[in-house]
């Protein structure tokens, strides 16, 4: 569900976690990030994003400072801190109240994980790198309980998203591990003999029921489409970024 500039996730989380999803409304930045960026390294004044993480933080009436992440598209999954440290990963996991995962994203696929008795909690930064790597498969594995949900953030949508073979290649041969490689072809649309559409929502899913997760929810918007609510890297070229945020009260 999006309220004016905030989209809570529609699952059926347990009470006890927490799950927000920014968007590029309401904020203080300027074009091109206008307005709410949330990122320090994309060339957007320090001021104006600090000012946004503290509209954040108060209007969601944050519990703790979020657990920052200088994201690489690798799969490193780090424990989500409140010490304020910035930290290299691509995803960050908690076993504990009030500790607040956070990916940020313009395009990629941010991936909310919870456990059904809604206390363990990730975040997930998924681009097709970190994806046909196994990030899904890191994170997952961060849970003491099989029984997870997960939630597909806003990411670009396969009919905007153009690849060439090498990134075919790069999930097929990933097979094995997945699923059939029919299965995951079937998550590319050829468009030319050296260009094809692909579908992260679809592949994240299949790499979801790889690792055992079967309740799977969201993965309806598209950030490139959707100009008025999402950055979109892929469109834009130089923009901001939106957040993914989940923590256990």
């Known amino acids: 569900m999006m309220s004016t500039n905030i989209i809570f996730p529609d699952w059926p989380a347990p009470p006890s976690v927490q799950a927000v999803i920014t968007t590029r409304i309401g904020g203080v930045s300027e074009c091109p990030y206008y307005s709410f960026n949330l990122a320090t390294h994309v060339g957007d ?4 994003v600090q000012r946004n993480r503290r509209l954040l933080s108060e209007r969601l009436a944050l519990p703790a400072e979020p657990q920052w992440l200088n994201q690489t598209h690798g799969i ?15 995803g960050s996991y908690s076993q ?73 290649r790069a999930f097929t041969e990933q097979a094995g591990n997945w699923e059939s490689r029919q299965e995951i072809i079937n998550c590319f649309q050829q468009k030319g003999p050296q260009h094809w559409l692909a579908d992260l ?49």
Do not use: M
């Open 45 to 48: 004044s320090e001021a104006c």
């Open 76 to 90: 490193r999954i780090v424990p989500a801190q409140n010490d304020g440290v910035v930290r290299d990963a691509d």
């Open 96 to 168: 504990h109240p009030n500790q607040i995962c956070l990916v940020q994203t313009a395009d990629c696929l941010p991936i909310l994980l919870c456990n059904q008795e809604g206390s363990e909690v990730a975040a997930l930064h998924a681009g097709w790198r970190g994806l046909a790597a196994g990030i899904v498969s890191e994170g997952v594995q961060r849970f003491s309980s099989a029984k997870l949900l997960a939630y597909l953030g806003p990411a670009i949508s396969q009919s905007n998203f153009e690849v060439g073979v090498d990134v075919v």
């Open 201 to 249: 929502y679809a592949l994240a899913r299949l790499a979801l029921k790889a690792a055992g997760v079967r309740l799977v929810y969201g993965g309806n918007y598209c950030t490139y489409s959707d100009s008025e609510h999402f950055f979109s890297f892929r469109r834009d070229g130089e923009t901001g970024r939106i957040a993914s945020l989940i923590w256990v009260e």
